[in-house]
């Protein structure tokens, strides 16, 4: 059973286009993650939802919105897409104690053309 | 605030030899320390993590690493290198404690080559 799924794995559209990418996590975690990582593989954190609550929310685009419609799941909208949003989207969930560790999807790879 | 600095973007050892991987941390408060591994056009996978147990931990695949307060420092290291250890290796701190949504702040990472 995957703990952390993502749909899709790839994901190739063209500028201007809006998408999502979907995250659902088995695991009974209460707090989920989105992450990006850019071309030099760096990975940085853009959101973070806990019980459906947005806790964090890092200087991203207002085009890129989280949405939890409970808390096994967090989609990301992305709204007019741009060259520059071309990257790996991770998904992450953590228990509420940290300690436990923080279990990955196996990533969105999307491409703007 | 936190930060994680990995010294070395690339580490080529050969197959057999010894790895090291540095990583040392900044943080304001007591940390929970990760190291995390990706192979190609893959996701990211636990090695192993201190939160504040034993200062030495053992993960999978061989790997350990020990967790020192006055260097600031939790370096990866393995006896002996394979092939198959040819990755991409990350380094990530926390904020120690429960509750609250903290993500991971990741370091830059490092490519490990392994060397026939």
């Known amino acids: 059973d995957t703990a952390v799924s993502q749909t899709p794995k790839y994901l190739v559209t063209q500028m201007g286009n809006d998408k999502s990418i979907k995250c659902e996590q088995n695991?009974?975690?209460?707090?989920m993650y989105w992450y990006k990582q850019d071309s030099k593989k760096f990975l940085k954190i853009m959101f973070s939802?806990?019980?459906?609550?947005?806790?964090i929310n890092e200087t991203v685009p207002n085009r890129f919105s989280p949405k939890s419609p409970d808390k096994a799941h967090l989609n990301l909208h992305i709204n007019s897409l741009e060259l520059g949003d071309s990257a790996v989207y991770f998904c992450?969930?953590?228990?509420?104690?940290?300690?436990?560790?923080?279990?990955f999807g196996s990533g969105t790879r999307l491409t703007v053309v | 605030a936190q930060s994680v600095t990995q010294l070395g973007s690339h580490v080529s050892v050969s197959e057999g030899a010894l790895v090291l991987l540095r990583c040392n941390y900044s943080?304001?408060?007591?940390?929970?320390l990760f190291w995390y591994v990706q192979y190609p056009n893959q996701g990211l996978q636990l090695l192993l993590k201190?939160?504040?147990?034993?200062?030495l931990v053992k993960g999978i695949n061989g790997f350990e690493a020990e967790f020192k307060k006055s260097e600031t420092s939790f370096h990866l290291t393995k006896p002996s290198a394979h092939m198959s250890d040819a990755a991409e290796y990350f380094c990530?701190?926390?904020?120690?404690?429960?509750?609250?949504?903290?993500?991971?702040?990741f370091g830059k990472g490092t490519h490990l080559i392994i060397q026939p």
């Open positions: 992450a969930s953590s228990d509420r104690d940290r300690a436990v560790g923080y279990t």
């Open positions: 695991l009974g975690h209460d707090t």
């Open positions: 939802y806990n019980n459906k609550e947005l806790i």
């Open positions: 943080s304001s408060v007591p940390p929970y």
């Open positions: 201190y939160t504040s147990a034993a200062t």
């Open positions: 990530a701190v926390t904020a120690e404690g429960g509750g609250g949504a903290d993500g991971l702040t």
